[in-house]
């Protein structure tokens, strides 16, 4: 039986929402090297944008910067980034969208692991020596 | 590159890719509106949490006054995202 074709980019990024810039091209960049389908470029965009600026809001002062890996697994794409020296936050949590909350009593933030949850086949959290680990994957099929 | 311009006809243009390091700028821009405006988004490619966040915050403050902002030209993932947010229900969109 074949075994899985298997592929992995990982890079760090500083701590700071100026990384963004760079994060969009990394993920780009693994999709044009390994031609996936454009159509899902938008979710993990967003899901890399949401899970590092959160990392980024929750614990500014953190020195160490923030690894992001992507890789294909047979038919799954995988994105996983990596906190090290942190509190626990287990953003697989559920978040439904405020449907039917009037207007003035809406938050103006809150939204972004809504989206995350919503736009991604899978997530997981994994938190092991103030090490905190959240892995998002897609189907490519 | 992001950019939010006035437009010909008195509407809100954005345009490309609006992320968490561009919204301090749409922030300045959506806090000096005083009146209903039409938003077009015909040219805008992304938008996360953080230009939601920005565009509720501006629509709460014109509901106050009986104003609002209505959305056009979204694409089909940024109209997946207002619907995926609950904020298809809050904005009035096309």
Redesign the interface.
């Known amino acids: 039986m074949p075994v899985p074709r298997q592929l992995t980019m990982q890079k760090t990024f500083k701590r700071e929402?100026?990384s963004?810039?760079g994060i969009?091209a990394f993920i780009q960049d693994f999709f044009d090297r390994e031609r996936i389908d454009s159509r899902h470029l938008?979710?993990m965009?967003?899901a890399a944008?949401?899970l590092f600026?959160n990392m980024v809001k929750y614990n500014p002062g953190n020195a160490n910067d923030i690894l992001i890996d992507v890789s294909t697994a047979g038919d799954q794409l995988r994105l996983t980034l990596t906190d090290l020296d942190v509190d626990s936050f287990d953003v697989t949590q559920a978040r439904p969208?405020?449907?039917?909350?009037p207007?003035?009593d809406?938050r103006?933030?809150?939204?972004?692991l809504?989206?995350v949850q919503?736009?991604v086949d899978g997530m997981a959290y994994d938190y092991e020596g103030r090490r905190s680990m959240v892995t998002v994957t897609k189907k490519l099929r | 590159m992001f950019d939010i311009r006035w437009g010909d006809h008195g509407e809100v243009v954005l345009s490309g890719?609006w992320?968490?390091?561009q919204s301090g700028r749409a922030e300045a821009f959506f806090h000096a509106l005083s009146e209903s405006k039409i938003v077009d988004f015909s040219a805008l490619e992304?938008i996360?949490?953080?230009g939601?966040?920005?565009l509720?915050?501006a629509?709460?403050r014109l509901?106050?006054s009986g104003g609002s902002l209505r959305l056009v030209g979204l694409n089909k993932?940024i109209a997946?995202?207002f619907r995926?947010?609950?904020?298809d229900?809050?904005f009035e969109i096309g």
């Open positions: 929402i100026t963004l810039e969009f938008y979710s965009s967003l944008e949401e600026t969208a405020p449907r039917g909350v207007l003035q809406l103006g933030g809150g939204f972004g809504c989206l919503q736009m | 890719r992320d968490a390091s992304y996360s949490s953080s939601l966040g920005v509720l915050v629509q709460k509901a106050k993932h997946d995202v995926y947010s609950g904020l229900q809050v």
